[in-house]
């Protein structure tokens, strides 16, 4: 028996964890580092935590004998992915990374794109006064800059309550969600901008259609670079991997 640990963070790790335990040769482990709320239908081991660095990572894969790692974190979680490539390195393990495509940019979207969430603060239109803050909860705080406009803010989870957070007022939802119910929040709240992260995916895409549709800006952070590595873009590319590899 083979042993895989999943770096979790997406609904696709959810996704492969759960057709990953079939496989005839493979016992599953699904690492989450706690950040929102765990996923009720994961199945198979999960622990829950970070692991100190890259160093802890080499420390845990090798006292659980892992065998295999897949990077299937948010597309934004840019240290874990640089430890997961260094520590599979050093302990000599494949590794893969599941990236989902990034969002593509239609000819009737109106974006701003900037590099950082700190940049994305000031890159919110002037003349936009009610903002709908889509980043998580974890980069709230240059938010709260803004004294002079009104953000909702949705995630998963709540910030911390040391947070200092814009005037506005905080949604606590999890995806997906549908087009409808997007079309009818950016109108309820009077929405006039939008501040997201390039996440890619179903789940929440559908706010960027809603935008384009109402002629909304869109401030886009982009995601961070990747390590070099295997990259798949789907589940059933990350499936296909671990049968090559016996599993």
């Not at 239908?41 to 890259?54: A, C, K, P, S, T």
């Not at 979680?77 to 990236?99: D, E």
């Not at 800059?145 to 814009?166: E, F, G, H, Q, Y």
């Not at 895409?205 to 995601?223: D, N, S």
Request: glycine letters at 10%.
């Amino acid at each position: 028996m083979k042993r895989l640990l999943i770096l979790g963070g997406t609904g696709d790790a959810v996704k492969l964890a759960n057709l990953a335990i079939d496989l005839p040769e493979l016992v599953v482990i699904t690492s989450l580092a706690g950040v929102t709320s765990a996923p009720k239908n994961l199945v198979g081991d999960v622990r829950i935590g970070g692991f100190g660095g890259e160093a802890g990572l080499i420390a845990y894969l090798q006292t659980e004998q892992i065998d295999l790692l897949i990077d299937a974190t948010h597309p934004f979680a840019a240290q874990i992915s640089r430890n997961a490539a260094g520590a599979a390195t050093k302990v000599g393990i494949p590794r893969l990374m599941l990236i989902r495509p990034e969002w593509g940019r239609s000819p009737e979207d109106n974006w701003i794109e900037v590099e950082s969430v700190e940049a994305a603060v000031t890159a919110i239109p002037a003349g936009a006064e009610r903002i709908f803050v889509t980043i998580g909860r974890q980069q709230l705080a240059p938010f709260a800059s803004l004294t002079d406009k009104w953000c909702l803010m949705r995630s998963i989870d709540p910030p911390d309550l040391s947070m200092p957070l814009p005037p506005g007022k905080l949604l606590l939802d999890r995806g997906p969600f549908s087009l409808e119910s997007e079309r009818e929040l950016l109108r309820e709240y009077q929405i006039q901008a939008i501040v997201s992260k390039n996440s890619g995916g179903d789940a929440t895409y559908a706010k960027i259609i809603a935008a384009r549709e109402l002629g909304l800006p869109v401030i886009m952070v982009k995601r961070p670079m990747v390590p070099d590595g295997e990259i798949v873009t789907d589940v059933a590319g990350a499936i296909e991997w671990l049968i090559d590899r016996g599993c």
